[in-house]
């Protein structure tokens, strides 16, 4: 520990990363501070705290260091509970605002906004503490380098932090210069990568026993990882879902199926709109935290529609088009491009929205039989099955209950239909959680994928147009008019904040999937000249990893990497995979030797863990370098049904190219004959003789 103040200052990272807002009244208010300007919702919402707060930025450093204060660097975001709770304790109180004004210089930061000086500060409460969570409190000298951090106080103990450190910084500022100085150092060796030079194998055995790994850590009973809380995590069960194609008897299906029908029918879904919550509180996902973010949902999408094209289950269908509908209905702006969240609370209270008491229920299903069953089915009691109030969940599935109940299961899907219809009625009534309306560049991508993927599942002509749609809010909104830079963030017409690598990473990706369902080059176009500007101003000097943050941005105090994955995949793995995809498409053998080094130098990190699961997306690239993907060309004037046939099948070491012209990809030269479809099944390049119709192309890949 480099510095120490309290040894109570960390509240467990599960507890403080919760999320909640608080609305602000459109009163005149007796403080403003300069965050009025800003278009954060989560910044927004501290404008008129009597703290002098700053948004990050030279203003602020500047002003410590001509006034010789020490800086304080609050970040959290708008869904956090924690957050809002310590906004209300301490950064609403005067006496807390008259000490932080007159001795520090304080800065807010929405961490979805500045993923970068949220990474720095986090790292370095985690080199302090072992641990982390928001809201992140860091004390910082003038020049940025902190000197401690922690997550949540109460405000007696805040109070005692800043007079602690207003007290050290005048008795004896040499051991905070030497506090800053140990954990710089720190931070740089964090993320200190240095190439592999050997040519390391990528095999089979390998890739197994990453899978084992993988399954130790399941709960085969409730699904998810052992004990609580339990996060969706959607990569994992990608790439679990990978090596069930693969390997059927590793149990990876199993998995893949017990966690996403148990996530499904738990209270962390949101039975009656459709949603996820961010996570479950406890091992069963009964009792989530209720906020609701794009990221999570836009990916599950993605999952279950992956889940559905490799299973057929119905029940995966339905959870992914809900799923879309709600982020539809609720997220979309007026612009086409989609919210970031809703917050946990409602009113002041955790969960109100979505929990309900037996009685309210009772006045809302009148039939007295129908209420019964559906008491039963979402697990209602007259005591509530959570703080005296019922949240939603079941135990079935509606087949399950329909045989239990002998009831017919179509008159039973009828029923549960006209009862979510006429509870979400009755719930539309109430005060929706607060929504953080800033428009996210990567996660708006995210987004488009969850489209794709539900367009190749269901085949629903919609799907297609409407992730076209939105890539051109991306184009029209977020991309230079060079198509060669992307901004992160966009409100209202205006976009202040240049893209980090995961919006490049994730853009990238989702145009390479764009070309897919429309084989229309212009994307791998714009795609490759998006990585040609990643790999100028983004890589990193020592090795072959890229920097998260911009050489063309202001250098923070230590240049970061985003190397594991966590509930959004990293950066980087999504680069790497991206290079390989581009790789194989243009036949660009820099970008894949490229990858491929990127996974060497990753190799041993996924091989030595107990716990791949934080490497899940780096475990997809490691797939697809041991099973060589298809490369699937289909040409001639029928090709858009074909590749729609094939789609529907789950294939997740094959990419799609093609048209009803051979376009200007290498792969498809001298492969079109006039008036014939044909389709090409590749294997680095090498292709079998081509058939016409998709069941033969794909006996061929079951070969």
């Not at 990272?13 to 807002?21: E, L, P, Q, T």
């Not at 006034?67 to 310590?86: D, F, P, R």
């Not at 800033?438 to 708006?444: Q, R, T, Y």
Request: glycine share 4%.
């Amino acid at each position: 520990m480099y510095f120490k103040l309290l040894p109570l200052f960390i509240v467990s990272a599960w507890m403080v990363s919760c999320g909640s807002s608080k609305k602000m009244d459109s009163e005149n208010h007796k403080y403003t501070n300069k965050l009025i300007h800003e278009s954060s919702p989560y910044l927004l919402q501290h404008a008129h705290n009597p703290v002098d707060w700053f948004p990050w930025g030279d203003e602020a450093l500047q002003k410590a260091e001509k006034e010789n204060k020490l800086v304080i660097v609050s970040i959290g975001y708008s869904a956090c509970h924690w957050c809002h709770v310590m906004e209300q304790e301490s950064f609403e109180d005067t006496l807390v605002a008259k000490i932080m004004n007159e001795n520090f210089v304080s800065i807010k930061v929405d961490r979805e906004e500045r993923p970068d000086v949220d990474d720095v500060y986090m790292t370095a409460c985690n080199l302090i503490s072992g641990r982390g969570g928001w809201p992140l409190n860091a004390v910082v000298l003038p020049d940025g380098r902190p000197v401690w951090a922690g997550t949540y106080f109460p405000k007696e103990q805040w109070i005692d932090i800043l007079n602690q450190f207003t007290k050290l910084k005048t008795e004896n500022y040499a051991k905070l210069e030497d506090s800053a100085k140990r954990i710089v150092s720190g931070l740089q060796q964090v993320d200190a990568v240095i190439d592999v030079k050997e040519d390391i194998e990528f095999t089979n055995l390998e890739l197994n026993g990453i899978v084992t790994k993988f399954i130790n850590n399941i709960d085969f009973k409730e699904g998810g990882r052992l004990n609580s809380p339990k996060f969706p995590m959607p990569n994992n069960y990608e790439f679990l879902l990978k090596m069930a194609y693969s390997s059927p008897d590793s149990r990876s299906l199993e998995a893949v199926n017990t966690t996403l029908t148990k996530m499904a029918n738990g209270g962390i879904y949101d039975q009656i709109e459709g949603g996820f919550a961010r996570y479950s509180t406890d091992e069963i996902w009964k009792v989530p935290h209720f906020e609701k973010m794009l990221y999570d949902n836009a990916q599950l999408v993605s999952l279950y529609s992956q889940a559905y094209r490799y299973t057929k289950n119905e029940y995966f269908r339905t959870i992914a088009e809900e799923t879309l509908n709600f982020i539809e209905k609720n997220w979309q702006d007026d612009s086409g491009g989609f919210h970031s969240s809703y917050d946990a609370d409602s009113e002041g209270e955790e969960g109100k929205f979505y929990v309900w008491k037996k009685s309210e229920l009772s006045k809302i299903i009148t039939d007295e039989n129908e209420f019964k069953l559906f008491c039963q089915f979402y697990n209602v009691t007259e005591n509530g099955n959570w703080e005296g109030s019922n949240i939603l969940h079941t135990n079935f599935t509606d087949v399950e209950f329909s045989i239990k109940n002998n009831l017919d299961i179509d008159s039973f899907s009828n029923l549960k239909s006209k009862w979510k219809k006429l509870v979400l009625t009755e719930r539309m009534k109430r005060t929706y959680p607060n929504l953080d309306d800033k428009i996210i560049c990567s996660w708006n991508a995210l987004v488009i994928n969850a489209y794709i993927d539900s367009y190749k599942a269901f085949q629903d002509e919609q799907y297609r147009i409407k992730a076209i749609e939105l890539w051109d809010f991306i184009e029209d909104n977020l991309l230079s008019r060079d198509g060669v830079t992307l901004k992160r963030n966009y409100k209202k017409g205006k976009s202040t904040i240049n893209g980090f690598l995961d919006d490049y990473a994730l853009t990238i990706n989702a145009m390479i999937q764009l070309y897919e369902i429309t084989f229309d080059e212009i994307y791998l176009s714009k795609a490759n000249k998006l990585m040609a500007h990643v790999i100028t101003h983004f890589k990193n000097d020592n090795s072959a990893m890229f920097n998260f943050t911009s050489k063309l941005d202001p250098p923070l105090i230590a240049t970061k990497l985003e190397l594991s994955d966590n509930v959004i995949p990293g950066s980087n793995s999504i680069t790497a995979r991206n290079l390989h995809s581009l790789g194989l498409l243009l036949y660009n053998n820099e970008y894949i030797n490229l990858s491929k080094q990127m996974l060497r130098n990753m190799k041993n990190s996924i091989l030595e863990t107990s716990q791949p699961n934080f490497y899940s997306n780096w475990c997809n690239l490691y797939f697809d370098m041991v099973y060589d993907p298809y490369e699937i060309a289909i040409l001639g004037k029928g090709y858009n049904e074909i590749r729609k046939e094939m789609m529907k099948n789950y294939l997740p070491n094959a990419i799609f190219l093609g048209g009803n012209s051979e376009g200007n990809l290498q792969l498809l030269e001298d492969k079109l004959r006039e008036g014939e479809d044909l389709i090409y099944v590749c294997v680095n390049k090498a292709c079998k003789f081509p058939v016409k119709k998709a069941e033969e192309a794909m006996k061929l890949l079951k070969n």
